[in-house]
Protein backbone atom coordinates (compact mmCIF):
# COMPACT_ATOMS: atom_id res chain seq x y z
CA UNK A 1 0.00 0.00 0.00
CA UNK A 2 1.03 3.48 -0.94
CA UNK A 3 -0.74 6.52 -0.02
CA UNK A 4 -0.25 10.56 -0.60
CA UNK A 5 -2.12 12.47 1.72
CA UNK A 6 -2.69 15.74 -0.11
CA UNK A 7 -3.97 19.53 0.41
CA UNK A 8 -7.36 20.56 -1.37
CA UNK A 9 -5.20 22.01 -4.27
CA UNK A 10 -2.95 18.40 -4.73
CA UNK A 11 0.26 19.25 -3.25
CA UNK A 12 1.48 16.41 -0.95
CA UNK A 13 1.88 16.77 2.06
CA UNK A 14 2.75 12.87 3.80
CA UNK A 15 3.50 9.77 2.30
CA UNK A 16 2.73 5.92 3.82
CA UNK A 17 3.93 3.03 2.47
CA UNK A 18 3.36 -0.43 3.84
CA UNK A 19 5.24 -2.83 1.81
CA UNK A 20 3.65 -6.22 3.62
CA UNK A 21 1.82 -8.64 0.96
CA UNK A 22 -0.49 -9.49 4.29
CA UNK A 23 -1.20 -8.42 7.82
CA UNK A 24 1.49 -10.29 10.27
CA UNK A 25 0.12 -12.72 12.18
CA UNK A 26 1.84 -12.16 16.12
CA UNK A 27 0.40 -13.57 19.22
CA UNK A 28 -1.40 -10.57 20.25
CA UNK A 29 -3.24 -10.57 16.96
CA UNK A 30 -3.40 -9.52 13.02
CA UNK A 31 -0.90 -6.61 13.21
CA UNK A 32 -0.66 -4.09 9.90
CA UNK A 33 2.84 -3.17 9.09
CA UNK A 34 3.57 0.82 8.55
CA UNK A 35 7.14 0.43 6.78
CA UNK A 36 7.39 4.22 6.14
CA UNK A 37 5.59 7.77 7.27
CA UNK A 38 6.99 11.10 5.76
CA UNK A 39 5.71 13.97 6.20
CA UNK A 40 6.95 17.07 3.76
CA UNK A 41 9.85 19.16 6.16
CA UNK A 42 6.65 22.60 6.01
CA UNK A 43 4.22 20.18 7.46
CA UNK A 44 6.27 18.82 10.24
CA UNK A 45 5.80 19.37 13.75
CA UNK A 46 1.55 20.05 13.29
CA UNK A 47 -1.41 18.45 12.58
CA UNK A 48 -0.28 16.83 9.11
CA UNK A 49 1.79 13.95 10.79
CA UNK A 50 -1.28 13.39 13.55
CA UNK A 51 -3.19 12.85 10.43
CA UNK A 52 -1.27 10.59 8.86
CA UNK A 53 -0.68 8.34 11.46
CA UNK A 54 -4.61 8.37 11.83
CA UNK A 55 -4.57 7.48 8.35
CA UNK A 56 -2.13 4.38 8.70
CA UNK A 57 -4.80 3.44 11.69
CA UNK A 58 -8.13 3.85 9.32
CA UNK A 59 -6.21 1.64 6.91
CA UNK A 60 -4.77 -1.32 9.47
CA UNK A 61 -8.72 -1.55 10.69
CA UNK A 62 -9.85 -1.90 6.95
CA UNK A 63 -7.73 -4.42 6.64
CA UNK A 64 -8.89 -6.52 9.62
CA UNK A 65 -5.72 -5.84 11.81
CA UNK A 66 -5.70 -5.41 15.66
CA UNK A 67 -2.37 -3.73 16.09
CA UNK A 68 -0.22 -1.71 13.97
CA UNK A 69 3.34 -2.09 14.72
CA UNK A 70 5.94 0.28 12.93
CA UNK A 71 9.62 0.56 13.27
CA UNK A 72 10.67 4.51 13.96
CA UNK A 73 13.76 6.88 13.64
CA UNK A 74 14.48 8.96 17.01
CA UNK A 75 13.40 11.98 16.08
CA UNK A 76 9.91 11.09 14.75
CA UNK A 77 9.60 10.21 18.48
CA UNK A 78 7.57 13.09 20.08
CA UNK A 79 4.52 12.09 16.88
CA UNK A 80 4.46 8.16 17.87
CA UNK A 81 4.51 9.23 21.45
CA UNK A 82 1.59 12.17 21.30
CA UNK A 83 -0.23 9.88 19.05
CA UNK A 84 -0.98 6.67 21.55
CA UNK A 85 1.83 4.42 20.58
CA UNK A 86 3.44 2.68 23.14
CA UNK A 87 7.59 2.64 21.99
CA UNK A 88 7.99 -1.06 22.99
CA UNK A 89 8.66 -4.16 20.96
CA UNK A 90 5.39 -6.48 19.74
CA UNK A 91 5.82 -10.35 20.91
CA UNK A 92 6.76 -12.02 17.87
CA UNK A 93 7.93 -9.10 15.48
CA UNK A 94 11.63 -7.63 14.94
CA UNK A 95 12.68 -4.54 13.81
CA UNK A 96 15.81 -3.55 12.41
CA UNK A 97 18.98 -2.06 14.62
CA UNK A 98 18.98 1.17 15.14
CA UNK A 99 15.32 1.64 14.75
CA UNK A 100 12.64 2.13 17.61
CA UNK A 101 9.87 -0.37 18.06
CA UNK A 102 6.21 1.07 18.17
CA UNK A 103 3.17 -0.81 18.98
CA UNK A 104 -0.28 0.66 18.74
CA UNK A 105 -3.41 -1.44 20.11
CA UNK A 106 -6.63 -1.57 18.70
CA UNK A 107 -8.14 0.99 21.44
CA UNK A 108 -5.41 3.63 20.17
CA UNK A 109 -6.64 2.28 15.95
CA UNK A 110 -10.39 3.26 16.64
CA UNK A 111 -9.31 6.52 18.25
CA UNK A 112 -7.09 7.73 15.90
CA UNK A 113 -9.88 6.04 12.83
CA UNK A 114 -12.26 8.40 14.35
CA UNK A 115 -10.27 10.99 14.32
CA UNK A 116 -9.09 9.94 10.68
CA UNK A 117 -13.00 10.31 9.38
CA UNK A 118 -13.59 13.56 11.96
CA UNK A 119 -10.49 15.52 9.89
CA UNK A 120 -11.31 14.06 6.56
CA UNK A 121 -14.67 16.17 6.72
CA UNK A 122 -12.51 19.78 7.08
Known amino acids: MLAVLR ?19 LPG ?4 RLDSLEVGPPFRGG ?3 VFAVAAAAARALECGARKLVLASVVEARKLYDGTGGKQRLAEGWRVPQGLLPYEFLEDDL ?10 RQD
Open 47 to 49: DAG
Open 7 to 25: LSDGAPVALLCSTAPRLLR
Open 110 to 119: HSLEEAFHER
Open 29 to 32: GPAY
